[in-house]
């Protein structure tokens, strides 16, 4: 697999100083990073696609105005994606699409999908709804390995070995970023 040509820090930045997100502990950049790191934790599973897996967390909730109702989030975090895309990053258009499906309906499908690239997304995402004290339904997720995590408990095994590419762990990501 060749390394991704998406520099994915530059575009962290960008997202993250976006002036019309709301600056959230609960939707913020923190609950992203836990959603690419369980993505990439899923990836090797099932073969999803990485660098929309890992644009599907820094965008699927950039672009909430609030922390509770808010419909229609994500098809502003995946428009948001599309005025970065030849910008910022670069994706054919059949990798895109998947991108914009998974953000756009993240939050408003009640079925798993068939597309394991987007049902890595969401399972990536539904995975750290025990953020806000949730546990994920085993029905609504896609991977056998997602469902597995959830009947088991088997919480810790997304934050086993290096997950953030690059070799950077998530502790030194978060430090290094900010500085």
């Given at each position: 697999?060749?390394?991704?040509?998406?520099?994915?820090?530059?575009?962290?930045?960008?997202?993250?100083?976006?002036?019309?997100?709301?600056?959230?502990?609960?939707?913020?950049?923190?609950?992203?990073?836990?959603?690419?790191?369980?993505?990439?934790?899923?990836?090797?599973?099932?073969?999803?696609?990485?660098?929309?897996?890992?644009?599907?967390?820094?965008?699927?909730?950039?672009?909430?105005?609030?922390?509770?109702?808010?419909?229609?989030?994500?098809?502003?975090?995946?428009?948001?994606?599309?005025?970065?895309?030849?910008?910022?990053?670069?994706?054919?258009?059949?990798?895109?699409?998947?991108?914009?499906?998974?953000?756009?309906?993240?939050?408003?499908?009640?079925?798993?999908?068939?597309?394991?690239?987007?049902?890595?997304?969401?399972?990536?995402?539904?995975?750290?709804?025990?953020?806000?004290?949730?546990?994920?339904?085993?029905?609504?997720?896609?991977?056998?390995?997602?469902?597995?995590?959830?009947?088991?408990?088997?919480?810790?095994?997304?934050?086993?070995?290096?997950?953030?590419?690059?070799?950077?762990?998530?502790?030194?990501f978060w430090n290094n970023f900010f500085h």
């Amino acid at each position: 697999m060749k390394p991704s040509e998406i520099n994915f820090k530059k575009l962290w930045k960008i997202v993250i100083s976006t002036p019309n997100r709301i600056h959230s502990s609960v939707h913020g950049p923190k609950h992203w990073a836990r959603v690419e790191r369980n993505g990439l934790y899923l990836c090797k599973a099932n073969s999803a696609d990485e660098e929309v897996v890992r644009l599907f967390a820094l965008f699927h909730d950039s672009m909430r105005i609030n922390d509770h109702r808010d419909p229609e989030h994500g098809l502003r975090g995946a428009e948001y994606a599309k005025s970065l895309l030849n910008k910022e990053y670069e994706l054919s258009e059949e990798r895109f699409e998947l991108l914009y499906y998974a953000c756009q309906y993240h939050n408003k499908s009640k079925t798993p999908t068939e597309n394991k690239t987007i049902g890595t997304c969401w399972d990536a995402d539904r995975l750290d709804l025990r953020r806000v004290c949730i546990k994920p339904s085993e029905q609504l997720l896609y991977s056998q390995e997602a469902k597995r995590i959830v009947r088991e408990k088997k919480w810790a095994e997304l934050t086993k070995g290096n997950n953030i590419k690059n070799k950077e762990s998530l502790v030194k990501f978060w430090n290094n970023f900010f500085h």
